[in-house]
């Protein structure tokens, strides 16, 4: 329940901070008008929370082990291999997306108050900006290609956010190792 409710909040914050974000293109034209740089700065700051509080709830699922390989050499299966792939409660997959996520919305959060409280650090504004402008553009890429593979490549993913729970035959296709991992634990 706290990784689901985590994954929420970064969403919903996630949300706040795109459409925000995109209209500051506009620059003094933009529909959201002024109030858009406050919503985006407490947005941010929750989306941080939320990244923070994911790391602490989910890193040690997202580490790299053995069978990742297999799961990477095979692309995920999403080029043409049918057959079953290793993965616990995470694929090899998940495990990039989670760190990239990680580390960018920690790195999206500190540029963010450099730009915020821009005397910090006087004459790096450009790079500053710059780098949060492409990790954004990265994240919001990321992000819909998360949302792609997980609910329309994969349909059932998104039960599983919302519930908690999955089939046993959904499991067993894209997670195969996952119960045999948690008997395991539940040993010891």
Known sequence: MAERLAHLVGVVAFLFL???????????????????CFVHAV??????????????????????????????????????????????????????????????????????ILMYWHEILPGWHSLIYTLHDLLAIFVLCGVILHFYLSVVVNPGSL???????????WARKHHPLWSQETREREKF
């Open 18 to 36: 795109a459409v925000t974000g995109l209209s500051f293109l506009f620059g003094d034209a933009s529909p959201l008008g002024v109030g858009a």
């Open 43 to 112: 947005a941010g700051f929750v989306f941080a929370v939320a990244v923070i509080a994911s790391v602490f709830l989910g890193a040690s699922e997202a580490r790299p082990v053995g069978w990742d390989r297999e799961w990477l050499r095979r692309y995920g299966g999403y080029l043409g291999f049918q057959g079953t792939l290793p993965a616990g409660k995470l694929n090899a997959g998940q495990k990039i997306y989670f760190w990239f996520i990680a580390t960018t919305g920690i790195v999206l959060f500190l540029t963010g």
């Open 159 to 169: 039960g599983g956010m919302i519930d908690g729970s999955v089939s046993v035959s």
